[in-house]
């Protein structure tokens, strides 16, 4: 009996052990053995541990995003639905949420709040003359990612606050407000202004897959001035009056998998 609770006692301290390991394991060894599994994403200055870790500088397609702090429960991964809770701060960007497993082929990204400056909508918006201005906010968004990175649902309401653009001229458009949906590749989106600026802005635009495609109509809400020269950049002339601005093509991964 004696040796059977020496053994027991032995054990005990065995599992002790192995738990603290495991919940101090350094973050830095560890990412040192999955990163090559993530060739796209780029972590430095990697500190603390695998369940309550830092980086000073996150890159996601050479694109540097800011500092990431993480944290994991081990409970949760041992119950087999762990969620990954992140958060990256960086200049004109601030994003939080939960990441975790979909299905073999999809990541979630659950409860995400995102602040970011308007810059980021360059590539869409595709009028180089103008740079966007503003700030665009979301809050509690739900995203699902192919391995791939594109999209396959959305449910997301952003604000696009203090809209404007600025380069050959300089004009200010009030708050946007896009409501985007979807499932299954195909995401719908609309897009309106809040009436407080000097364009009325209505529209749609959609994700099928990899191709995506949105038309919206910009109509002054005055005669002259900023605005109306900054929409001589943008889109074609309506009979109507107004604006048409169509912009279209295809989203392009360069073999990127999450």
Do not use: C
């Not at 800011?66 to 944290?71: A, K, Q, V």
């Not at 191709?211 to 109509?219: A, D, I, K, Q, T």
């Amino acid at each position: 009996m004696k040796r059977i609770w020496i053994l027991l006692a032995i054990v005990a301290v065995l599992l002790s052990a192995a738990v603290a390991v495991a919940l101090t394991f350094p973050a830095a060894v560890a990412w040192g053995w999955v990163s090559e599994r993530a060739p796209d994403v780029r972590l430095q200055g990697v500190g603390g541990t695998v369940w309550n870790g830092h980086a000073t500088r996150i890159s996601v397609r050479g694109q540097v995003l800011g500092r990431l702090e993480w944290r994991l429960s081990p409970w949760q991964l041992l119950s087999g639905s762990p969620r990954l809770h992140l958060d990256v701060d960086g200049p004109g960007l601030k994003l939080a949420g939960e990441l975790l497993r979909h299905d073999a082929e999809h990541i979630a990204i659950e409860h995400l709040n995102v602040e970011t400056e308007a810059g980021w909508l360059a590539p869409a918006l595709a009028i180089p003359e103008l740079e966007p201005t503003g700030m665009l906010v979301s809050q509690d968004a739900s995203l699902i990612l192919a391995r791939t990175g594109l999209p396959r649902a959305l449910d997301a309401r952003i604000e696009w606050r203090e809209a404007g653009v600025r380069g050959q001229v300089v004009a200010r458009l009030g708050t946007l407000l896009i409501e985007a949906r979807g499932k299954d590749g195909r995401i719908d989106a609309e897009v309106r202004d809040n009436g407080d600026g000097e364009v009325q802005i209505e529209g749609k635009a959609s994700i099928d897959q990899s191709s995506y495609r949105s038309e919206v109509v910009l109509v002054p809400r005055v005669s002259e001035g900023p605005v109306v020269e900054a929409l001589q950049w943008v889109g074609q002339p309506r009979p109507e009056g107004g604006r048409l601005l169509i912009v279209e093509g295809s989203i392009i991964l360069p073999g990127a998998q999450l």
